[in-house]
């Protein structure tokens, strides 16, 4: 007997069985043979010929046939939800994004003991998929921090590892940290949320985990950075068989943390060939999002992908950012779209309904950063973004150095950097400001400007790294700082 499972489903193969937390789910035939060969390929692209072979081996269909029943495998899945376990791969077929475990008679399996609070993930990573079997392999007892900018996407690449790895563990535990209050019941989440973290605290959350080997997965830990970085040493200081797998911003800064820092999604150069356009994951990633939300802006000519290209360029290859610029396509349309994102915090404003809230808007996933930071960081980010190209850390020491106290341009720069708010170029110092940071940035700085009562400055006439004598822009005052500040580097 084969079984397939997957989330909260169940499909025995040879009964011809489909079913949800153990209730049957009524599904049609041909359904149910796109659904299996779908399951037995999860995470592959299945192609459409290939699909309507397996459901009308001897029957000539048209491919409308073929959505009809995606569609209503759909609603017997999670009721049509376009980011659903079956998602579209525009010109290429469908992929079914869960993960999926095979059981049969010879196997047995303790899952009933096991304990596993992973939420459902079911939207399909694209461009991660060798990422993420690279860093699953690389998981083991200790901590773990995968670490980016916000929107990057985190939470869905962890979310994934862990689900890649459940079944090498008794208990799988999720906990979003952002989320946990005092009320919460497990002994983790109250060492995570308790006012008072005491010795006893965190012993009882040491001994929930006792006799079993556990992986646990604490995401966006830059809420709570200091709490989550002394919980998560503390478990795993005390209980070898442990694994952790946190998110954020910023690393912990735990003695043995590894740290895997997630880049954005692959974006073609300005001038690059037509051809080649399609391969980047940045714009496969837009051309998807736009078949579930737009389709009669399907990407497909050439005008059209080199006008996705202008996009996922402009968002920095931000997966969140990109999702955002796909759901603008319907009601601006692919020109429009192109040059609103000039202004992106304006243009995308509008995400999922049923996101957390800092990812329901651009803005408002910029300001989660940007209310952690410290009153230095927040001054020094707005004064970096008058830097219109790569800057080196010595350039921005002269140009600002006076503007703070002494070691606090330093703290606040290195800080900078830590967040991922400022990028380090591969090969050491030089530095920038992503895109879409430098846009926050510089409304914030003309926000200060205008609550001090300054003249605003005209940003076009900034000039740019290696256009002045030395290396870096001419200070914005005569003043100077002899300071020498030490390069540092940070390959983010």
């Known amino acids: 007997m084969t079984v397939l499972r997957f989330n909260d489903f169940e499909m025995d193969i040879p009964a011809r069985s489909l079913k949800r937390s153990g209730c049957e789910v009524r599904i049609g035939s041909r359904a149910f043979d796109l659904l299996a060969a779908l399951a037995f390929r999860h995470g592959e692209i299945v192609s459409k010929a290939e699909l309507m072979e397996v459901a009308w081996p001897d029957t000539h269909v048209e491919e409308s046939s073929l959505r009809v029943n995606i569609v209503s495998l759909r609603k017997a899945l999670d009721g049509g939800n376009p980011y659903s376990f079956v998602e579209n791969v525009a010109g290429r077929g469908y992929t079914f994004t869960a993960i999926v475990t095979k059981h049969d008679e010879h196997r047995t399996t303790d899952a009933t003991l096991r304990t596993d609070s992973l939420p459902n993930s079911c939207a399909r990573l694209v461009g991660r998929e ?44 999720f906990l979003d940290i952002a989320g946990e209050t005092a009320s919460t019941r497990t002994p983790i989440s109250m060492s995570l949320a308790v006012e ?51 998110t954020s911003r910023e690393p912990l800064g735990i003695i043995g943390e590894n740290v ?73 349309g692919l020109e429009n ?13 509008r995400g999922n309904r049923t996101a957390h809230p800092r990812q329901q808007t651009l803005r408002a996933n910029i300001d989660w950063s940007y209310n952690l930071l410290d009153r230095n960081m927040q001054s020094l980010l707005g004064l970096l973004s008058m830097f219109d190209t790569e800057f080196t850390k010595e350039a921005a020491n002269r140009r600002y150095g006076l503007e703070f106290a002494r070691y606090d341009f330093e703290e606040a720069f290195d800080g900078l950097v830590m967040k991922s708010l400022i990028a380090g170029r591969p090969g050491g110092g030089t530095y920038a400001l992503p895109g879409l940071i430098r846009q926050y940035a510089l409304e914030k700085q003309a926000e200060a400007t205008t609550a001090t009562h300054l003249p605003s400055m005209n940003t076009e006439l900034v000039p740019s790294y290696g256009d002045h004598h030395q290396g870096f822009p001419a200070p914005l005052s005569s003043r100077t700082n002899s300071r020498t500040a030490t390069t540092t580097s940070n390959a983010a």
């Open 260 to 332: 895997l820092h997630l880049p954005g999604l692959e974006v073609p150069e300005a001038e690059q060939q037509i051809d080649d356009l399609v391969k980047f994951s940045a714009v496969e990633l837009f051309a998807e999002r736009v078949s579930m939300v737009a389709e009669e802006y399907a990407i497909g000519g050439a005008r059209e992908i080199e006008l996705a290209a202008e996009v996922v360029r402009k968002t920095d290859g931000n997966p969140l950012a990109i999702e955002l610029a796909a759901s603008r396509v319907a009601d601006l």
């Open 337 to 349: 779209l192109v040059i609103s994102l000039d202004r992106p915090l304006r243009t995308l404003r």
């Open 130 to 173: 060798q990422l993420i079997s690279k860093w699953a392999d690389m998981i083991g007892t200790g901590i773990t921090t995968i670490v980016g900018q916000g929107g990057i996407g985190k939470t869905a690449v962890a979310l994934r590892i862990a689900s890649l790895l459940r079944d090498a563990y008794d208990s799988v535990v």
């Open 196 to 246: 008072n973290l005491t010795s006893d605290v965190l012993r009882q959350a040491v001994e929930s985990l006792a006799g079993q080997s556990a992986l646990l997965v604490l995401d966006g830990c830059d809420w709570s950075i200091d709490r989550a970085a002394l919980v998560a040493e503390s478990l795993a200081d005390r209980h070898p068989g442990l694994a952790i797998l946190a």
